[in-house]
């Protein structure tokens, strides 16, 4: 472990990944260029040394059976109920806090992070941590990146097929005189665990979360075949920029 965490500030990082994918089936351990999508985000939590536990939610065996060689946990198998289309990554990271909770486990910090985020880094998890601990009131620190062009500028397609702005006002207005906009990443979400105790309404994108700023080319949202092929593209971009790096 890191000087960011010790004994007295556990740490632990829980993987949402159940085994159901429509738009991409066996999404969570489809080959990634050259290993299961999952394996990268349990390799950076494992490089970051800031975990007690790694855990991973699934209701698959397949799934427990590649997340646990490549050195995460599944101490429990996810009930059905909360593995359907309809339940949120928030619901099975709830249910495995209540079941550690049960076994007299107390973290002070619980991180979830996407199995889906092949492009994460420890060091951002790290600094996520670390301005997280430094605050005084906020209750999270979330991956955010900034949107490629001004929001006030798009515009939705309507049922005629016709090009309707959201916000006509803005027609005239320039790009740079307009405020930058950002995004969830979908990489991972710290969470002070006391803090959240005394405050159920944090997830509402409010003053108790701090924003962990990603640059846009690590951030890769992956629902389509489109996004899995934009991704893949960009990892092994970044990787032979590493390379180029290393060798001088």
């Not at 001004?150 to 916000?167: D, Q, S």
Request: negative net charge; aromatic residues 10%; proline residues 6%.
């Amino acid at each position: 472990m890191s000087e960011l965490s010790d004994q007295s500030d556990r740490c632990i990082a829980i993987i949402p990944a159940r085994g159901g994918s429509k738009r991409i089936p066996r999404k969570n351990i489809k080959n990634f260029a050259g290993k299961p999508l999952i394996s990268y985000p349990i390799t950076e939590a494992l490089n970051s040394g800031l975990f007690d536990r790694i855990i991973v939610s699934t209701d698959d065996p397949e799934i427990e059976k590649i997340a646990k060689a490549y050195g995460a946990e599944v101490p429990i198998m996810r009930p059905s109920t909360l593995a359907d289309d309809h339940t949120g990554s928030g619901e099975a990271v709830n249910h495995m806090m209540e079941w550690l909770e049960l076994q007299g486990e107390d973290y002070s910090y619980y991180c979830t992070l996407y199995a889906t985020a092949p492009l994460l880094q420890a060091k951002y998890l790290q600094r996520g941590l670390k301005i997280l601990k430094e605050s005084d009131d906020a209750v999270s620190a979330i991956s955010v990146t900034s949107m490629p062009f001004p929001v006030h500028r798009t515009f939705e397609i309507t049922e005629e097929n016709r090009l309707k702005m959201f916000w006509p006002e803005h027609f005239s207005t320039r790009s740079q005189d307009l405020p930058e906009a950002y995004q969830d990443a979908g990489q991972f979400y710290w969470v002070d665990r006391q803090r959240e105790m005394g405050n159920k309404d944090h997830y509402g994108f409010s003053q108790h979360i701090i924003p962990v700023v990603l640059p846009r080319y690590r951030v890769q949202d992956i629902d389509t075949p489109e996004d899995w092929k934009t991704a893949e593209l960009m990892y092994k971009a970044l990787q032979m920029a590493d390379d180029e790096k290393q060798n001088g």
